[in-house]
């Protein structure tokens, strides 16, 4: 607490000297007011505006972009003409992302033949589903790992009790044919999202 006296302005005192007497003070209230917001910031940095502005001058507007700052994760979705435009927006997100999971869910659709593409696409997802469902059955993780399977990669979700579980189900789901990634947002205490990729 300041005491008293500080409030008052005897003639005596300059306000150089007033000043002098309330800094030990105000650095006090600035560094706990700087401590107790750096410790309830438990969020990734926003990187969400430069991946997008990054994608649009690399010509890339068929592909989406959402973060998941809590979970450390940015999510690529949309669709490119071809494997290297893939590749190529992914490397675009990574470099901005930091240590975030980068889910590249972006489906590859060439000019010609987009029902085809899309029909594929949908089958191979349905197919790694059943082997991942059949696989989580045998080793008895079905209830506590739910899952999503979206263009050949599976996002693991819900919550296991320790993290040689969490691992397992990432390493059992990155086996499944067809898996061309696995973001792992399977809950341990206190910890984020992690990619096979």
Do not use: W
């Amino acid at each position: 607490m300041i005491p008293m006296h500080f409030f008052i302005r005897p003639s005596s005192c300059t306000l150089g000297e007033i000043m002098k007497m309330l800094t030990p003070y105000l650095v006090a209230l600035a560094l706990v007011t700087l401590a107790g917001c750096a410790a309830t910031s438990t969020k990734t940095a926003d990187v969400s505006g430069s991946i997008r502005t990054s994608l649009d001058q690399a010509g890339f507007k068929d592909v989406s972009s959402s973060q998941d700052r809590d979970k450390g994760v940015v999510t690529l979705g949309g669709h490119v003409a071809g494997e290297g435009d893939k590749a190529q927006a992914e490397s675009i997100a990574r470099s901005f992302a930091g240590n975030q999971v980068v889910a590249n869910q972006i489906a590859v659709i060439p000019p010609g033949v987009e029902s085809d593409a899309k029909k594929m696409n949908s089958s191979l997802d349905k197919g790694i589903e059943g082997n991942l469902d059949a696989a989580l059955i045998q080793d008895q993780l079905h209830d506590s790992v739910k899952y999503a399977v979206k263009n050949s990669v599976v996002t693991l979700s819900g919550n296991v009790d320790s993290q040689a579980k969490r691992t397992h189900a990432q390493e059992l789901a990155s086996t499944v044919p067809n898996v061309q990634q696995v973001v792992n947002e399977l809950q341990v205490k206190g910890q984020k999202a992690t990619s096979s990729n």
